[in-house]
Structure formats: C-alpha cells, structure tokens
C-alpha cells in the first residue's frame, strides 16, 4: 500500500493512502428560492451557480472508485430542489445503489412527491426554525404553512404508495428569537410524521446576528434539554443537541466520517465551513473565513485529490487535533492570526483554531 510520511521535526508519521471516502456533499446548486436572514448565501462573496448535469455524471463516475462510499448527500449552500435537473440527478443516484439524502427548505417537495418516493431517496432534512408562523416568516423569509403543505403532502403520498422512504428529518436553528418557542417543536414534528430532530446553533455571520447565539452563557440550555427530553417518548422522536459552552474536545465530524464536499464547480473543500468565503463572528469576534479547496475534480481525479499529501496531512492534523485553540487562547483579541483562516500560528494552512463545528457547538446533517 503506496504511504505518505508526514514531518513533524525530529518525528516522521507514515499514513497509509487510502480511498476510504464513506460521505460525499455534493453542493449541486447554490441558488435558493429563499433568502434566510442567517443564511452564508446572505453574507458571502463568491458567485451564484449550479452544476450542470454532465458535470455531475462526470463526478459520479469519479466515485466508483471509492469501495466504502456509502452516502451521497445533496447539500452545501444552496437548495438543491430547484435545480433544473434535480429528479435526473437522484435517479441516477439511487440506481447506483448509494444512499441518498438531501437538506432543503421544503417549499418545493410536493412537486417532487412521486419521484423522491419512487426512486426510493432514503432521507430529506427540512429546516424549520419555529412553530410559530410569524417567527418562522421573520426568520426564513416565507409563509410556513407553504412549509407545512409541502411535508403533509410528500407524506400523504407515501402513504397512498405504501412507502416508508424517504424518512423525513427537521433541521432547527437555535436562536435567542426562537428559543422560547422550542417546546412546540415536537407537536409539530409528530404532526408532520417526522421522528428526527438535529438541533444546531447558530452560526452568526454579522454583528448583529452574533447578539442571537444561545451559547454565550444566556439561555439555560440545560432546561431547554431537559423539558425537549421529557416529550421523547409521547411523540417518539429522536433528538440530538448540540453542545452549549466551549469544551477541551475537538471533533470534527467531516473527517471522523471520512466526509468531503464538493463545490458546484468542482472545488473540493474539506467541510461546509471552507466551501465558501465569507465573514463569521466568533463569540462577537469578526473573523474572514477563506474558501479552501484541495483540487479541482473537473481538473484532476477525485481519487488523487483525496489521497493527495496535502489533503492527507490536513485530515491527519484535525483528526489528532494539532492545531491551536484560538477560541479560548487569551491572545485571541490581539493575535493577527485569528483575522482570517489562511495560516494560524503553528503553521497549518488553513486554520481550524476557531471552528466551532469542531466544538460541537455547530451541527450539520
């Protein structure tokens, strides 16, 4: 088996190569029919575009080579449903065997009911922020009860269809405007048909939006827990919650996963943070977060790009988490490397000191 050696001074680390990709995201769009107010597409600068679909066979192709790939999941930073050739998309997918999911919206599901079913897709995460109509329009930008339709609807249809996929899961924004409403979220889950719930924080990308995170010591998370936790089993839903304070544990789950993302233009990027570039703030603190890429898969094979020397390293460095915490490092406020996350001060390129996915704080599907 063909190894890399990683240098580290006086040490060298051997890492064998291998194409162990179990998850591939593949952003195939990153338009939207929408425009969240805590949305990367609201803040970033990169331009809008989609993958057409002979790029995406050509991808798909690239894939077989991976032996473990287990998942190809539809999401980055756009919604993947108004792609124009989103049903030739999973068609293809699922005749090859993979398992399918998809982030979205769900504005649109209705119009796809018969082929999301038909071609057996395995699973879709909706985002829903709020039970309440008038939260939810202040947040997403649109009128939940179109929301509701769309899922009742895709449901109805399983029914009548005697199908049990594609399961039906809940993403949900946790914010100081919505946190007080939370409690109605599992009446709604149960009256949707949906038995999975990902709870994740928000991630802020302005001033203003850094003054709505729940974890800055403000929400009693532990009661908010505890009284989700207490309706498990009335409405028979899976739960999972993030964490809410900064603790020693760094775990990225892109790379405990054997995960990557690929851009709409082919642009490999390590994870969802580095798709993109774009301004975050960490706990009030700006930060520019630079897009990184490890190649181009329209440009050279997926399969060197995965086990390339560079992609290798980063991958061997965040797992066994050698980089620097910035965001509890005293010098943060002071320290020229936690402007943006080209370097950081051990050397690593980009940096990973700030990452608050890795902190667990932040949750993605």
Not at 263 to 270: F, K, T
Request: a negative charge; one cysteine or more; proline letters at 4%.
């Amino acid at each position: 088996m063909e190894k890399i050696e990683l240098n580290y001074g006086d040490y060298i680390v051997v890492v064998p190569k291998k194409l162990d990709l179990k998850k591939v995201y593949i952003e195939i769009t990153n338009k939207c029919n929408l425009n969240c107010k805590m949305c990367f597409r609201r803040f970033w600068k990169d331009p809008l575009g989609e993958m057409d679909f002979e790029g995406f066979k050509e991808i798909f192709e690239q894939l077989k080579e991976f032996p473990s790939l287990e998942t190809v999941y539809l999401g980055g930073i756009g919604e993947p449903t108004v792609h124009p050739d989103f049903v030739k998309i999973i068609k293809l997918v699922k005749e090859a065997g993979y398992r399918l999911e998809f982030g979205t919206n769900g504005t649109r599901l209705a119009n796809y009911a018969d082929d999301l079913i038909n071609y057996g897709v395995d699973k879709i995460m909706v985002s829903i922020d709020a039970p309440d109509p008038a939260v939810y329009r202040d947040i997403r930008g649109t009128d939940f009860m179109s929301v509701e339709d769309n899922v009742l609807a895709l449901q109805k249809r399983k029914k009548e269809l005697k199908k049990a996929l594609p399961e039906i899961g809940m993403e949900v924004v946790i914010m100081k405007s919505n946190v007080h409403l939370l409690h109605g979220i599992l009446p709604l889950a149960n009256k949707l048909g949906i038995n999975h719930i990902l709870f994740s924080n928000l991630m802020p990308f302005s001033e203003s939006l850094s003054k709505e995170i729940a974890y800055d010591g403000s929400v009693d998370y532990e009661q908010l827990i505890d009284t989700l936790n207490a309706d498990i089993g009335k409405y028979k839903v899976r739960l999972e919650f993030p964490k809410f304070n900064l603790q020693t544990d760094r775990i990225c789950q892109f790379i405990e996963k054997k995960s990557t993302v690929i851009r709409w233009d082919g642009e490999v990027a390590p994870c969802y943070r580095f798709l993109h570039s774009y301004t975050e703030y960490i706990f009030g603190r700006k930060k520019e977060v630079i897009a990184h890429s490890f190649g181009n898969v329209f440009k050279e094979k997926l399969t060197d790009i995965w086990t390339s020397k560079e992609y290798e390293t980063f991958r061997y460095i965040v797992k066994n988490a050698i980089y620097p915490s910035c965001t509890d490092c005293q010098l943060r406020d002071v320290c020229d490397f936690t402007k943006n996350t080209e370097f950081d001060c051990w050397g690593n390129y980009p940096s990973c000191g700030d990452c608050l996915w890795a902190r667990g704080l932040i949750q993605c599907p």
